[in-house]
């Protein structure tokens, strides 16, 4: 699987973006797709999940009612819209996908099996 993440730039603080990652090669609908951001100096953090089939998100609490995760099964593609940015969401995100994830496991980024380059966000004051 190789995964292409795009979308990332420079916004105001209250601005939106929208991540997308596209997929190729292995079967894409049977995978789950993480996002993680990664801000200097810290270590990379899980944002959110989207389950394979059912399409089923989750979400850190401080992105909770701000950021959604979609997919596009037909596009081989997922987003992440984020609204309501905040200086805090400044990072490089990460798109990655995981073959045998269980609600226990998608938070983990050792559980995912393939990972995207990263887009850098960054969200200005």
């Known amino acids: 699987v190789q995964l292409q993440a795009s979308g990332g730039g420079l916004v105001q603080a209250g601005g939106s973006l929208r991540l997308s990652c596209a997929g190729s090669?292995?079967?894409?609908?049977?995978?789950?797709m993480g996002w993680f951001r990664q801000a200097p100096g810290k270590e990379r953090e899980f944002v959110a999940a989207i389950w394979r089939r059912t399409g089923s998100a989750y979400y850190t609490d401080s992105v909770k009612g701000r950021f959604t995760a979609t997919r596009d099964n037909a596009k081989n593609t997922v987003y992440l819209q984020m609204n309501s940015l905040k200086p805090e969401d400044t990072a490089v995100y990460y798109c990655?996908?995981?073959?045998?994830?269980?609600?226990?496991?998608?938070?983990?980024?050792?559980?995912?099996?393939?990972w995207g380059q990263g887009t850098l966000v960054t969200v200005s004051s």
């Open positions: 990655a996908a995981g073959f045998s994830l269980t609600l226990s496991t998608m938070r983990e980024p050792t559980s995912y099996d393939y």
């Open positions: 090669g292995r079967t894409f609908s049977g995978a789950t």
